[in-house]
């Protein structure tokens, strides 16, 4: 089903935002590698969600893993901020208004041409990603059923 809906997805427009996000990791290169990821999960959104990177740390650690220790992670926290505000006021704001924009047009088409199970869950696939489209970091993409228990992780050792 995932692969159903990830193709629709790419045909109404999904290759669009995944342009979008590749042109503005290409504009803010030192950023790219970081994300890369982000464009192939907005190109193929269905089967996967984001998940934060403290929880899967906790869900690691729950399981008898190292925690994880990526770049990212290893960076300092006034770089990610740094990263985070340059990617906020020059792309973040931009994608996540066109997520926004084609979630609202999804609807409407959902409404006019009576097609809600194709257009539905691109909408809702749309506004998913306008957290990820703001503040990109700090999160990580993973398969849906595995964030279902990194989450339930996650909230277990917070109560």
Same mark, same amino acid.
């Given at each position: 089903?995932?692969?159903?809906? $990830?193709?629709? !997805?790419?045909?109404?427009?999904? !290759? *669009?935002?995944?342009?979008?996000? +590749?042109?503005?990791?290409?504009?803010?290169?030192?950023?790219?590698?970081?994300?890369?990821? +982000?464009?192939?999960? %907005?190109? !193929?959104? +269905?089967?996967? =969600?984001?998940?934060?990177?403290?929880?899967? $740390?906790? &869900?690691?650690?729950?399981?008898?893993?190292?925690?994880?220790?990526?770049? %990212?992670?290893?960076?300092?926290?006034?770089?990610? +901020?740094?990263?985070?505000?340059? &990617? /906020? *006021?020059?792309?973040? !704001?931009? *994608?996540?208004?066109?997520?926004?924009?084609?979630?609202?047009? $999804?609807?409407?088409?959902?409404?006019?041409?009576?097609?809600?199970? %194709?257009?539905?869950?691109?909408? *809702?696939? $749309?506004?998913?990603?306008?957290?990820?489209?703001?503040?990109?970091?700090? /999160?990580?993409?993973?398969?849906? =059923?595995?964030?279902?228990?990194?989450?339930?992780?996650?909230?277990?050792?917070?109560?």
């Amino acid at each position: 089903m995932a692969l159903l809906g $990830n193709i629709i !997805w790419l045909v109404l427009g999904g !290759w *669009l935002l995944g342009l979008l996000y +590749f042109i503005g990791g290409l504009l803010l290169l030192p950023l790219l590698p970081f994300l890369l990821p +982000f464009v192939s999960y %907005v190109f !193929w959104p +269905f089967g996967r =969600t984001h998940v934060r990177r403290g929880d899967i $740390n906790l &869900w690691r650690q729950a399981n008898g893993h190292p925690a994880d220790s990526r770049t %990212v992670d290893t960076a300092s926290g006034f770089i990610r +901020f740094l990263a985070s505000v340059v &990617w /906020v *006021l020059t792309f973040g !704001w931009i *994608l996540a208004i066109a997520h926004i924009l084609a979630g609202v047009t $999804n609807l409407i088409s959902c409404l006019a041409l009576i097609t809600i199970p %194709v257009c539905l869950p691109n909408a *809702l696939a $749309n506004f998913k990603l306008v957290p990820v489209a703001f503040v990109p970091f700090g /999160v990580e993409i993973v398969p849906t =059923t595995l964030a279902d228990e990194i989450r339930r992780r996650a909230w277990a050792e917070r109560l």
